[in-house]
């Protein structure tokens, strides 16, 4: 059985693409497909009392917060996609975090593609919401992806499981390995 957290090579950061794409093209598809099929505030049924499709347009984040910003939301996000490239090409070096930066990476695309090319305007785009559950707000396709690839970032750093595949140095590692490679120079 191979180990995971094996460190693979800087070149490997297109494994990434991989989730992003598909991350990505699931929720474009899925939001053109909710618009040539329904009602701005049409609801249909998927499974009585646990899922409905709810097609709305949200100006803000989650629960509509931030409906009058909805600039920053798109700052934000173009900022968050360019910090995840960054982690994909230089930081990260194991297949779980190729994967799991890819998948945030393609949820923040989809939904950063929202609201720079919907309406009502460039840079002001209403996201595309659809997916209703009891008690919860109306979200979709790149939202799972984003709050999943959040959730399993949060077990990995709570594992110790580094974006380099090697093990975590304690502070005092840290500077004795410092100090040593001080007295070598």
């Known amino acids: 059985m191979a180990n995971h957290d094996q460190q693979i090579p800087q070149r490997a950061w297109w494994i990434a693409l991989i989730p ?18 329904m ?6 049924p998927v499974i009585e009392s646990v899922v409905n499709w709810h097609f709305i347009r949200n100006p803000g984040a989650a629960f509509s917060i931030g409906t009058e910003v909805t600039w920053l939301f798109t700052v934000i996000q173009a900022a968050g996609l360019l910090i995840v490239l960054y982690l994909i090409v230089f930081r990260a070096r194991t297949m779980p975090w190729l994967i799991t930066l890819g998948a ?20 002001m785009g209403h996201v595309i919401d659809f997916i209703s559950v009891p008690n919860f707000a109306i979200f979709n396709i790149a939202d799972s992806f984003i709050v999943c690839s959040i959730i399993v970032i949060v077990i990995m750093v709570l594992f110790g499981k580094t974006m380099d595949g090697l093990p975590e140095e ?16």
């Open 20 to 37: 992003m794409v598909i991350a990505y093209v699931a929720d474009l598809w899925s939001k053109e497909t909710v618009l040539a099929n």
């Open 170 to 185: 304690s502070d005092a590692e840290h500077k004795a390995s410092s100090t040593s490679t001080d007295a070598t120079d």
């Open 104 to 123: 945030l990476g393609g949820g923040i695309a989809g939904n950063l593609t929202d609201r720079l090319f919907r309406e009502p305007t460039f840079g």
């Open 39 to 44: 009602q701005e505030g049409e609801q249909i």
